[in-house]
């Protein structure tokens, strides 16, 4: 054979070189050790080969993207690179990640039209009150003088009565002050007398307001004393209709699944019509207060509110409600009320105690006001707020009326917390913690009023109303989070994949190459163990 001729050994190349020397390729003969290592153990890395192999094997199929040429790349500097780009792009997805989380963790609302197409029959119709400017029936007066006053009543004493009468005739909880009036007078001898009782006995009833079958909902008549109950407003009291505040209405409820009472329609005629007489023999002669009304409109479950429009003698009044519904998801429920900013049903807000008023946002300031009236003036007025379960505090009484006019710019005006720091304001109120209700009805309302033009032989003077929707589809708001757990979820998703293209089965094959790894060592370690103990 020439030089430099070769044949085959096994399946490697052998060639001859001059001077009888073979030269093998380095597959047929082991590494030199590396200086300092000392002779070789061949048993000493059998685990870590082991481990290596049974990786190579469980990612040689992985779809995490990148991961199989870690292992199965020929040259080391290539599975480097390979592996640098793997823990690159696992880096950069979990530090997206953490941008997701700490965006979902900011637990962000937003508020969004859900529609402006949802029927106004989804929801009740409005609670409708009407309050008479004068609270007093003075026809009833001196029947109320032989109820209320002593038998030996003097003259100056009916006289005081009178003054007392002549301040509740126009006294809402708004206006105390009017009652200073009689700090000037001794009453001693009427501070037995029970206020709220009293104000119920002189004000107006249904039969002496309404003009008999003047009242029609839905196009169908009523009697009016039939949709119409006395309820305390802060206005005093007030006939309302579609009301659940009263006992009378609760009990409605119970016995009648359509009340409250819905509407499905819209326009002038539809809704609620009424009435009204103005009778001058009810008024106080020499007043120059008008027989008017005020025309409130709530919701069923709300105790009063400001919203409320003047219904003036002889005229026509037309109020066209455009309400709106307002809600939070539940998707918020794990949010606290203090970083929703609103209370659910079911949750209690701590400074709305001891009533057994449904919470909302105008309960919960009427509640608050009277806790005022209590802490300051140690009283209460359930005459004009739902009352507050306590003990030993007494009813206001006409000794307290000093107290009550001294305090009233207190008493009508709820603040919000630091709010004086913004606002430079020189009534004093008083500070109410009452976030807004997470369900609730807002209602815009527009009021058309016309001149009543009366026969030459007509006598009677009356005013009429009609409340009605206008229009008989509404806005719907829903408030929910901006970022849910699904959306942390999606968005992972979606990050995970553009980087190193795994999916959940990815980590499922991790878990599962983990946990063999962790079930060899477990393995290893227990065969030397017993091996250990054998030779021990």
Known sequence: MSVG??????????????????????????????????????KQNLLRKKLLSGLSDSFAQSTIHGMRNVFVERHFWERCLWLGIVVAAAVTCFSLYSVLLHRHNEQLLVSLIDTTQLPVYHIDFP????????????????????????????????????????????????????????????????????????????????????????????????DCCKLFVSEQTEKGQCLVFNSLISEHSRKKQLTNQFYPRKLSTAGEESGLKFTLNLNASYLRAGTTLPHGMNLMIKEPRQWSTNNFYHLHPDTENFVAVHPMVIETSPNTNKMSPKRRRCYFDNEKNPYYQNTTLEYNRANCITVCLHQAVMRIC?????????????????????????????????????????????????????????????????????????????????TNRVIKGQVYYGQRVMTK????????????????????????????????????????????????????????????
């Open 5 to 42: 001729s070769g044949f085959c050994l096994g399946q490697k190349f052998v060639k001859h070189w001059p001077f009888g020397m073979l030269l093998y390729t380095k597959e047929l003969v082991a590494p030199r050790p590396t200086r300092g290592q000392g002779l070789l153990r061949f």
């Open 127 to 222: 609670a409708v009150a009407i309050c008479p400017w004068n609270h007093v029936n003075w026809l009833r007066t001196p029947a109320a003088a032989l109820r209320f006053l002593p038998r030996n009543a003097d003259a100056e004493l009916r006289e005081t009565f009178r003054q007392f009468l002549i301040v509740l005739e126009q006294t809402t909880f708004v206006n105390f002050n009017k009652a200073e009036s009689l700090s000037k007078r001794n009453v001693t001898a009427l501070k037995s007398l029970n206020v709220k009782t009293m104000i119920n006995y002189l004000s107006h009833r249904c039969d002496e307001l309404f003009v008999p079958d003047s009242c029609v909902f839905d196009e169908t008549p009523y």
């Open 378 to 458: 140690n009283c209460t007025t359930p005459a004009f707020l739902p009352p507050i379960v306590t003990e030993g505090i007494r009813e206001c009484g006409i000794l307290d009326a000093k107290c009550l006019s001294l305090n009233a710019d207190i008493f009508s005006y709820a603040k919000v917390r630091d709010q004086d720091k913004y606002i430079n304001d020189w009534r004093r109120g008083y500070v109410c913690h009452c976030p807004e209700n997470c369900n609730s009805r807002q209602y815009v309302m527009s009021l058309n009023v016309r001149k009543l033009i009366y026969d030459k032989n007509e």
């Open 477 to 536: 708001i829903v408030t929910k989070l901006k970022y849910t757990n699904l959306d942390l979820i999606a968005n992972f998703g979606g990050i995970i994949s553009l980087y190193i293209g795994a999916s959940a089965i990815s980590f499922v094959e991790l878990f599962v190459v983990l946990g063999k790894l962790l079930w060899t060592l477990i393995r290893e370690g227990y065969s030397k163990a017993k091996e250990w103990i054998i030779r021990g």
